[in-house]
């Protein structure tokens, strides 16, 4: 699944890490009001962008991550904000995001192909 994705990004393309963040940060809020696959994507895109940027192979990026479902939404997006907020003394933060992130669709009520469609058409 994650994979159509990863090869729809254009590696060659990337800003540094830190622009990467900034545009996930500036997505967030969106998630959070949208709710909705378009919204979702548009910010999953910045989160595999990091990823590919931090010189993730395409298995590396997921293979590690399981899941994180927090207690409700609000808790949700706080971790997501702490994982991007503490990366700096902590060495997973990446997977940790990721394992945030691919659980938020599920939160959201979220259909994974929808996702996936709205990813790679953003190319």
């Known amino acids: ?32 009001n949208g ?24 298995m590396m990026l997921y293979l590690p991550s399981r899941p994180k479902l927090s207690q409700n939404l609000v808790a949700h997006f706080q971790n997501i904000n702490k994982s991007i907020a503490t990366r700096s003394g902590n060495k997973d933060w990446f997977h940790d995001l990721f394992a945030l992130f691919i659980a938020l669709p599920g939160i959201l009520s979220l259909s994974w192909d929808e996702i996936e469609k709205h990813v790679v058409s953003l190319n």
């Open 1 to 32: 699944m994650y994979d159509s994705m990863i090869k729809s990004i254009n590696a060659s393309e990337l800003p540094e890490v830190d622009i990467l963040i900034k545009n996930l940060r500036s997505k967030l809020p969106k998630v959070y």
């Open 35 to 58: 709710k909705n696959a378009a919204e979702f994507a548009d910010a999953f895109r910045e989160v595999l962008k990091i990823g590919i940027a931090m010189d993730y192979k395409t």
